[in-house]
């Protein structure tokens, strides 16, 4: 596709409830990237793929938190049993180099926000 | 550990007028990459301009330019000839040569007052 594109834009969770937040990279892209930002935040890195490995998931808060990359492309970040600290907006990025930055631009989606009530 | 500190948690500027954004950064890293971000209501992270470590030229794209001090930590964005389109949150933000995550600062809210 043209850009990084991400579903649902907007999602309310009731606490308790798992939550699925998908990732769309730029066609041929090898690198993903999965960040959170909180209100009032910079982002905050989660996860990292190359391909369909998951290399890095050093920033996931909890065992509640769980992404995958099953074919390479579409990534989706789950959530389950939501809790309110876990509002946010969850930031894609998709990168065509193979070991993150390597001189390619790194581009971003506009995020997934959700909400926990 | 990385980190990045913005210290200017809001700024505003006239229309046409130069703003300069501070960022200061921490790295016991000696090639690293550095960038500013902005970021505007729709939330998408839209790349400003990067800066290599190794090279002691500063980067300039258009209206935007650096002014990395490597020794100090710092890297500075200046906006010259402020436009009402440059109204957004600016991040700068770190990367390792070898890396797969950026370091982030907490932002500066840019205001450009017609």
């Known amino acids: 596709g043209a850009g990084v594109s991400q579903s649902p834009r907007y999602k309310v969770a009731k606490r308790g409830q798992d939550v699925a937040l998908r990732c769309d990279p730029i066609?041929?892209?090898?690198?993903l990237f999965w960040y959170q930002q909180a209100l009032g935040q910079g982002p905050e890195f989660l996860t990292y793929?190359?391909?369909?490995?998951?290399?890095?998931k050093s920033g996931l808060p909890s065992d509640r938190f769980f992404a995958e990359r099953p074919e390479g492309s579409v990534s989706t970040l789950k959530i389950q049993r939501t809790q309110q600290e876990d509002s946010a907006v969850y930031l894609c990025?998709?990168?065509?180099?193979?070991?993150?930055?390597?001189?390619?631009?790194?581009?971003f989606g506009e995020g997934s926000w959700l909400t926990v009530v | 550990a990385q980190t990045v500190t913005q210290s200017q948690p809001e700024m505003s500027v006239q229309e046409a007028e130069t703003v300069t954004l501070s960022c200061t950064y921490d790295?016991?890293?000696?090639?690293?990459?550095l960038f500013w971000y902005k970021q505007p209501p729709s939330r998408q992270m839209i790349l400003v301009i990067r800066?290599?470590?190794?090279?002691?030229q500063n980067a300039t794209e258009n209206r935007f330019s650096v002014n990395f001090q490597k020794a100090a930590k710092s890297f500075s964005l200046k906006i010259s000839d402020s436009q009402l389109g440059d109204t957004a949150m600016y991040f700068c933000?770190?990367?390792?040569?070898?890396?797969?995550?950026?370091?982030f600062g907490t932002g500066t809210s840019l205001t450009v007052i017609p």
């Open positions: 933000a770190f990367m390792k040569q070898v890396g797969n995550q950026f370091y």
């Open positions: 800066q290599e470590a190794y090279k002691q």
């Open positions: 990025a998709s990168s065509l180099g193979r070991t993150g930055f390597s001189g390619n631009t790194i581009y």
């Open positions: 790295t016991s890293e000696n090639n690293y990459y």
């Open positions: 793929f190359q391909n369909e490995a998951q290399l890095d």
């Open positions: 066609s041929g892209h090898v690198s």
